[in-house]
């Protein structure tokens, strides 16, 4: 219905494939969130049920960035215009590139910025995510540039088609427990509404402890304490577990992004 309504049904034909989007970082306000005549769905509706993949992300305006807030956070947006006012749905998994700093190679070994220190270079480019935009982001993680010496590494043991297995499974277990629950209408760990995550992902005593150190050294919001969570009860589902230990909530902490680096959370 989105894809009808923007127009973009090619031949009229419907598809029940989930949406892969990825706009270009001129992309404007209306491009990404929706608006303009008519008002057009966005990016944001566009990838409703999909991935949204904002590459190069600091290139994007902060402005058009920030308008990601409120649909990351509702799964819906809402396009107020003069004559209409209209809300699309935008559930989207967001997705994002970056390079460590504006030249791109800050962190590799001997690089030398062009503009000195490289500390400096890297600080000022991710500075361009917003503290809050961040906060919203699960998983961060540095991937090392390919060396020659990864290309005639053996093929990693498990494939594409194995990871999906396990992530099927996974979903199929947070499925069976929400509708245990009574709660057909949450279908992910994602969509669990703040209270209920604290009943199904509550971790074993070393977990509590850990996530309560965490909290403070971290200095986790009150959202990135049940993203946290979010995570870890993901990360034991992964591994067939009932229970959310230790092991699940240090993995989780690992991928909140280095908010020393950062602005921090509002
Ligand atoms: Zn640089």
Not at 138 to 147: C, E, G, N, Q, Y
């Given at each position: 219905?989105?894809?009808s309504?923007?127009g973009q049904?090619p031949?009229g034909?419907?598809?029940n494939?989930r949406p892969?989007?990825?706009?270009?970082?001129s992309?404007?306000?209306?491009?990404l969130v929706?608006?303009g005549?008519?008002a057009?769905?966005?990016?944001v509706s566009?990838a409703?049920?999909g991935?949204?993949?904002?590459?190069?992300?600091?290139?994007f305006?902060?402005?058009v960035?920030?308008?990601?807030?409120q649909?990351l956070?509702?799964?819906e947006v809402m396009i107020?215009?003069?004559?209409?006012?209209?809300?699309y749905?935008?559930?989207f998994?967001?997705v994002?590139?970056m390079?460590p700093c504006r030249?791109?190679?800050?962190?590799?070994?001997?690089?030398?910025?062009?503009?000195q220190?490289?500390d400096?270079?890297?600080?000022q480019?991710?500075?361009?995510?917003s503290g809050?935009?961040?906060?919203r982001m699960?998983l961060s993680?540095?991937?090392?540039a390919?060396?020659a010496?990864d290309?005639i590494?053996?093929?990693?043991?498990e494939?594409?088609a194995?990871?999906?297995g396990r992530?099927?499974?996974?979903?199929?277990?947070q499925?069976r427990?929400f509708?245990?629950?009574?709660?057909?209408?949450i279908?992910?760990?994602?969509?669990?509404?703040?209270p209920?995550v604290?009943?199904i992902?509550r971790?074993?005593p070393?977990g509590?402890?850990?996530?309560r150190?965490a909290?403070d050294?971290?200095?986790?919001?009150?959202?990135?304490?049940?993203?946290?969570?979010?995570?870890?009860r993901?990360?034991a589902?992964?591994?067939?577990?009932?229970r959310?230990r230790?092991?699940?909530?240090?993995?989780a902490?690992?991928?909140?992004a280095?908010?020393d680096?950062?602005p921090a959370?509002a």
């Amino acid at each position: 219905m989105i894809q009808s309504v923007a127009g973009q049904l090619p031949d009229g034909a419907l598809s029940n494939r989930r949406p892969f989007r990825a706009p270009h970082h001129s992309a404007s306000m209306a491009a990404l969130v929706g608006g303009g005549t008519g008002a057009r769905p966005g990016e944001v509706s566009l990838a409703h049920h999909g991935v949204l993949f904002l590459d190069e992300l600091p290139e994007f305006q902060p402005q058009v960035l920030d308008s990601l807030r409120q649909p990351l956070e509702t799964g819906e947006v809402m396009i107020a215009r003069a004559q209409a006012r209209v809300t699309y749905p935008a559930r989207f998994q967001l997705v994002a590139a970056m390079n460590p700093c504006r030249c791109g190679q800050a962190t590799e070994p001997g690089f030398a910025c062009r503009r000195q220190p490289n500390d400096r270079c890297m600080a000022q480019y991710q500075a361009r995510i917003s503290g809050p935009l961040l906060d919203r982001m699960d998983l961060s993680i540095d991937v090392p540039a390919v060396t020659a010496a990864d290309l005639i590494l053996p093929p990693p043991t498990e494939g594409s088609a194995e990871v999906a297995g396990r992530v099927a499974a996974a979903r199929e277990r947070q499925i069976r427990r929400f509708a245990a629950l009574g709660r057909e209408d949450i279908r992910s760990n994602a969509h669990c509404p703040p209270p209920l995550v604290e009943e199904i992902a509550r971790p074993d005593p070393e977990g509590v402890s850990l996530i309560r150190d965490a909290a403070d050294a971290m200095r986790l919001s009150a959202r990135g304490f049940h993203r946290v969570l979010k995570v870890a009860r993901t990360l034991a589902d992964l591994d067939g577990e009932d229970r959310v230990r230790r092991i699940h909530i240090a993995e989780a902490l690992s991928y909140r992004a280095q908010s020393d680096r950062r602005p921090a959370a509002a």
